[in-house]
């Protein structure tokens, strides 16, 4: 059951990396509260989510604010990604269980559905579930709580990935790919699959730049509202 600050959080978050705002603008909470028909304790909730994955910036008595990180950082967090969790998959490869086997085919079926309806926030939440399971199934609690922290803050771009086309099938196909390897405990195998599953080079990087360079690109109004957020907003 995903609750209602992870679903303001999903949406806000979709938002922001679409380029709904522009780079510094302050957020109004009443507008977004009633945009989102919630009271405005998830969406602060959702807005110190965002600041931990380095959306916003939360300033004491002056709101959230939106921050687009430079795009050199954010390659060098997928850099960093790639090897956790390469390195997840690597052990994990000798130490994972059957019931965390099964677990990992479930989201499959659920990542499956997903891409056959074309559903991007279904299969984002499948393949978060996915990618918790690979930490677990390493048996390494610190290297679990560090690929956590990590994943968490590039969330809003791993997203941003998916909206391009035909990215969920070939995210699915190299989840089985990645499931295969972990099932015949082969950890070089494994290892090889998840770099290459999380790491930006070729058509991912290309894709990258241009969608995140769209979305850091955006004008904002003279009301210092950016006019994609007016539209988003209904105002």
């Known amino acids: 059951m995903v609750s209602r600050s992870d679903l303001?959080?999903?949406?806000?978050?979709?938002?922001?990396?679409?380029?709904?705002?522009?780079?510094?603008?302050?957020?109004?909470?009443?507008?977004l509260s009633q945009h989102f028909d919630v009271s405005r304790t998830p969406?602060?909730?959702?807005?110190?989510?965002?600041?931990?994955?380095?959306?916003?910036?939360?300033e004491p008595r002056r709101g959230a604010f939106v921050r687009y990180p430079a795009l050199e950082e954010?390659?060098?967090?997928?850099?960093?990604?790639?090897?956790?969790?390469a390195f997840c998959?690597?052990?994990?490869a000798g130490r994972v269980t059957q019931p965390l086997l099964a677990d990992l085919d479930k989201t499959m079926v659920d990542c499956k559905q997903a891409v056959d309806s074309g559903d991007v926030s279904h299969y984002y939440r499948a393949?978060?579930?996915?990618?918790a399971l690979i930490?677990?199934?390493?048996?390494?609690?610190?290297?679990?709580?560090?690929?956590?922290?990590?994943?968490?803050?590039?969330?809003?771009f791993r997203r941003l990935q998916l909206n391009n086309r035909g990215r969920l099938a070939h995210s699915f196909?190299?989840?089985?790919?990645?499931?295969?390897?972990?099932?015949?405990?082969?950890?070089q195998a494994a290892a090889i699959e998840m770099r290459a599953h999380i790491a930006i080079q070729g058509g991912k990087f290309n894709d990258l730049i241009v969608s995140y360079r769209q979305a850091a690109r955006k004008v904002t109004g003279e009301d210092?509202?950016?006019t994609r957020a007016q539209t988003a907003l209904g105002l």
């Open 224 to 226: 210092g509202v950016s």
């Open 135 to 156: 930490y677990q199934a390493s048996g390494n609690r610190f290297l679990e709580g560090e690929a956590t922290r990590l994943h968490r803050r590039l969330k809003p």
């Open 127 to 131: 393949n978060e579930r996915f990618h």
């Open 74 to 85: 954010v390659f060098e967090m997928f850099e960093v990604m790639a090897e956790l969790e």
């Open 43 to 58: 969406l602060r909730e959702a807005f110190q989510a965002l600041a931990a994955s380095g959306l916003l910036v939360l």
């Open 173 to 187: 196909a190299e989840h089985g790919r990645i499931i295969d390897a972990l099932a015949k405990g082969d950890a």
């Open 8 to 31: 303001v959080r999903e949406k806000l978050e979709q938002m922001i990396v679409e380029g709904s705002f522009a780079q510094g603008e302050r957020l109004d909470e009443i507008k």
């Open 89 to 92: 998959c690597r052990l994990a």
